[in-house]
């Protein structure tokens, strides 16, 4: 996504750099926060503690700022930048590839000091064992460093002692990206507080999600196929809860941003998981033992386990909205991309599946006998049988 | 010369234990007329089957230790059940002792009824299980049997509400119902 706006380098020296022991080490955990470097190795390193040096070499720096800026951008690229795809742009949409719709000035990443002190903390202390404190204030993050820190945490998240010390900081804690992606593990009781999402809709926050529209519909879709396995009523819960609200939050943002492009990925994982009938079962089958004893319990561990596709209501909605935008209408253009979205993955039928499997749990709904079938005489918008119109 | 004794505690207590279970669900009652009306009619039906009005416009009915509350405006259905019980319980513990080594008889005293309350604590945690099983067996045995009401409930609002709109569309010349298919047919003259 950068090429240009880089300030000049002076040559390159003859051979690979020197770096010390410690600077070694960063860049070691710095590529493996970015997916090229041994998940495995790269754990270890960040669960070791070194000693900091008074500072960085020069050589040092340098290498930091080309795997940080060649790494986002090799990423983002791989996830869906490449496609040429449409995307909304000042309510109008926009075809082509990210480099192709967005100008060089709102797609070029800016990585600010927070990252630079986290990969020093993360080197020199165990973080999962550590009493020095570490943490950035998310208002000073650039868009560059959420995402930065959204991979690291994702690289991070596997080791339960290193997610437990992350998740408490509000780098991270509190990055819509982590929430957008994986809200199951940003909370640790029943207690759910998602961010502010607002922000991801605007500049170079959006100009991500759109390059990350792919990446989220695969992660959401692994995420519920891995549900089937899990045998943990509150763990499932948890997980449940925290994506309902996330999800939820987003969807408000997105609808009020003006942005529903941008949840794509609700709707292709919805798609994705309903091509045919489907049943709870899917979801909460790997649930082990009875459960907790209060029935009421159990239905919002169930209900819990479905918020994906309990998205389906919101996003039924925004097509319903779609459907009544005249041509002479704002957002006309908008709301027929939507359209051709929703279309594209037959987003009634989706719908209908999605609420066909979220009233299974529902009590009180079994299967009803004698269920008045409503005449096409009366129904609404239909002429009455016998009648002369 | 050293002497052992045995003392021997019991305690006794005696709690009012309650436990209950809730669940909360949507009604689905289709918008065939304006919700003010369709609210309407499902009051109404819910009169005739033993609900009450409450004064912030709910219907509630009590079946035994079983509520069943309906939010007519909203459709939400809400079935608790709820349990009480009054429950002694005993406990008895021996302990030896010995005059001129160990704890004295106070504190050796002290310390078995400390022990006593906490065996009447976790008889008492196994009673409150027991209730809340209880609670919740009631609830499941009722929700078995308040669906197929529910579900005639909203049959019967459905009905109604297809014949008061055949009537705002026309004269209803003719209305058939089929009760074990359930099937309504509605000819109108407009």
Known sequence: ?389 | MSRAYRITVKESDTRHLKAGDEICTQLEILEILPPEDMAALLKEELKKRGFEEQDDGTMVRKDGELTVKVDPCSGEVSVKAETEETVAQEAKRDATGFNDVGPSEKSLRDRVKDQLKADLDKKFEQEQSRLQNKATEQLEKHLTELQPEISEVVNQVTRDALKQKAQQMGTVKEISEDAESGSLTIKVEV
């Open chain 1, 1 to 389: 996504m950068t090429r240009a706006a880089v300030p000049p380098r002076p040559p390159d020296p003859d051979g690979p750099r020197q770096v010390s022991k410690f600077e070694f080490n960063l860049l070691r955990i710095l590529r493996f926060m970015v997916g090229h470097f041994p998940a495995d190795q790269g754990m270890q390193l960040v669960r070791a503690a070194v000693s900091r040096p008074e500072c960085l070499s020069a050589g040092a720096v340098d290498l930091i700022k080309d795997t940080l800026g060649k790494a986002c951008v090799l990423f983002l690229v791989r996830q869906g930048a490449w496609r040429n795809d449409k995307y909304l742009r000042d309510n109008n949409p926009t075809p082509g590839r990210v480099w192709e719709r967005i100008p060089l000035e709102e797609r070029s990443l800016l990585f600010s000091r927070p990252v630079l002190e986290f990969l020093l903390w993360a080197t020199a202390e165990k973080v999962n064992d550590t009493k020095a404190a570490w943490d950035a204030a998310p208002k000073a993050l650039t868009p560059a460093d959420e995402l930065f820190f959204w991979l690291a945490f994702d690289a991070t998240r596997t080791d339960p002692d290193l997610l437990a010390a992350l998740r408490k900081k509000d780098a991270f804690r509190l990055n819509p990206l982590c929430w957008a992606t994986f809200p199951g593990d940003m909370v640790e009781g029943d207690e759910v507080t998602p961010p502010n999402f607002a922000p991801m809709f605007e500049g170079q926050r959006a100009v991500l999600l759109e390059c990350l529209q792919p990446h989220l519909t695969h992660r959401w879709i692994r995420s519920e196929r891995m549900k089937g396995q899990m045998g943990d009523w509150k763990k499932m819960r948890q997980q449940g809860r925290a994506e309902f609200a996330a999800l939820q939050a987003f969807l408000k943002a997105a609808a009020e941003a003006k942005r529903t492009d941008l949840a794509r990925f609700v709707l292709r994982t919805n798609a994705a998981l309903f091509t045919s009938e489907m049943t709870p079962v899917f979801w909460t089958g790997g649930l082990q033992g009875s459960g907790p004893p209060r029935l009421a319990d159990r239905l919002d561990t169930q209900r819990s386990a479905l918020a994906v596709p309990r998205q389906m209501d919101i996003l039924e909605g925004w097509q319903n909205s779609a459907l009544n935008v005249g041509y002479f209408d704002d957002g006309y253009q908008a709301s027929q991309m939507w359209k051709a979205d929703w279309e594209a993955v037959s987003g009634n039928r989706v719908a209908a599946r999605a609420r066909a499997t979220v009233e299974m749990l529902e009590p009180l709904r079994g299967p009803i006998g004698g269920t008045p079938a409503a005449n096409p005489a009366v129904a609404p918008g239909d002429n009455p049988e016998g009648s002369s119109g």
